[in-house]
């Protein structure tokens, strides 16, 4: 694959996760700012808190849905034009959007937000496309690497283009809550452009586009074909569910406790975005080369464990930013190197179908934990963190259980 058109996969992730690193901090001001009227002004900060949760929950459940079908489908249809439909899906997502934030409608906001879910399904797909491109377990698991970079440069980006373009102190009367939007679609355009012309399947297929909704429960029963793949899955749904819950509300926390505004909580998000591209780039491919899978996953839950612990107990804001920057550093090394270990677990016939699967567990537990999260925020801001903390440790507890066979040793260790 030329590198214009690993460029290219790397766009299309940019832009699937530029809608996080934007949006969630814009939600956040959106819901929990009565200043800003989106919602009435009598709402209470239970019910804000409940309907931040709602808003990401919709956006996390419908990305569920659609990457296992839509992955599912870049094996018979091909990555680029399931590609395709995931970008043109993001495009009508955020004219919802934007229509809603005109009309100060919540259901119009989760409305869009679960189009755009639904369509989101892009990462998995670039990751197939890259194992596809791949030759040597080597060169794999540094094309996940470049992929997990692709999602850091969107958190990265989200958060700079939104407080860049929202903030009247340095655009001006051009700044306003709804100019993100409006440049993110350009963005989006020019990833169709660029995927058009610069992207073309390694794998090669004939067939046609079939509608089987029927297929996003299929696909997922398949996974009992596969024992390795669910004992793994074991650890892994913990993995997400530490992460998600630590990620969704970390921002609502701040802002919660601190008082922090959309400068702020972007900031986070920026933090956050520079640790995971740092180590997802430059840490994956040296650390898989000393230490076994099994260690390297090992070691980053139990930080995962104890930043989510100490995030909740220090009474110091620029220590939170510290301990996002910890946990997303060493999530970054992990998160591949998990890639990899799903990849070498079935054919490459199946290569789009596991990589579904693998954004299937995170946005089911993104979507189930938004919801419940914003319940337990509702009645203590900490208890999300405390989620996270015990579901890192039951990773840990089910990885010495569950992993003990000898193909799951034979690919981890």
Request: proline share 3%; aromatic share 12%.
């Amino acid at each position: 694959m030329s590198p214009i058109a690993k460029f290219a996969l790397l766009a299309v992730v940019f832009v699937d996760l530029l809608g996080q690193g934007l949006v969630f901090p814009i939600i956040n001001e959106l819901v929990m700012q009565p200043q800003l009227n989106f919602l009435p002004v009598t709402s209470s900060a239970a019910t804000r808190h409940i309907d931040y949760g709602l808003v990401l929950g919709v956006f996390f459940l419908c990305w569920f849905l659609g990457s296992v079908y839509i992955s599912k489908l870049s094996d018979t249809i091909g990555r680029k034009n399931a590609i395709m439909i995931c970008l043109f899906g993001a495009l009508v997502g955020y004219v919802i959007t934007i229509a809603s934030l005109y009309m100060d409608s919540l259901w119009m906001l989760i409305l869009g937000r679960a189009v755009t879910g639904f369509t989101a399904g892009n990462q998995p797909i670039a990751q197939a496309a890259m194992v596809d491109a791949s030759r040597t377990d080597e060169e794999k698991g540094r094309n996940m690497g470049y992929i997990v970079a692709g999602i850091s440069a969107g958190l990265v980006g989200g958060p700079i283009i939104g407080g860049f373009l929202s903030d009247k102190a340095i655009i001006g009367d051009l700044a306003s809550i709804k100019l993100p939007f409006y440049f993110t679609l350009v963005l989006v355009l020019a990833t169709i452009v660029l995927v058009q012309l610069f992207f073309k399947d390694v794998r090669k297929t004939h067939e046609k586009l079939k509608i089987d909704p029927k297929e996003v429960y299929t696909q997922l029963l398949r996974i009992r074909e596969y024992p390795v793949i669910v004992r793994l899955s074991m650890v892994f749904i913990f993995f997400h569910i530490a992460n998600v819950t630590f990620y969704i509300f970390m921002d609502n926390y701040l802002t919660s406790r601190f008082g922090i505004g959309l400068f702020g909580t972007s900031m986070s998000m920026l933090g956050l975005g520079i640790a995971l591209a740092i180590s997802s780039t430059f840490l994956v491919g040296p650390s898989q080369a000393r230490f076994s899978r099994r260690t390297i996953i090992t070691v980053v839950l139990a930080i995962m464990m104890i930043c989510a612990i100490l995030f909740i107990v220090t009474p110091v804001p620029f220590f939170t930013y510290v301990l996002i920057c910890v946990f997303y550093f060493a999530f970054g090394i992990a998160y591949p190197t998990f890639l990899s270990i799903y990849s070498d677990s079935v054919s490459a016939e199946d290569q789009g179908w596991v990589m579904g699967i693998t954004v299937a567990h995170f946005t089911l537990a993104a979507g189930i934990m938004s919801l419940v999260g914003g319940g337990l925020m509702a009645l203590d801001i900490r208890l999300p963190f405390y989620v996270s903390a015990v579901a890192a440790a039951i990773g840990l507890i089910l990885m010495r259980i569950v992993w003990r066979s000898a193909e799951l040793r034979r690919i981890t260790d």
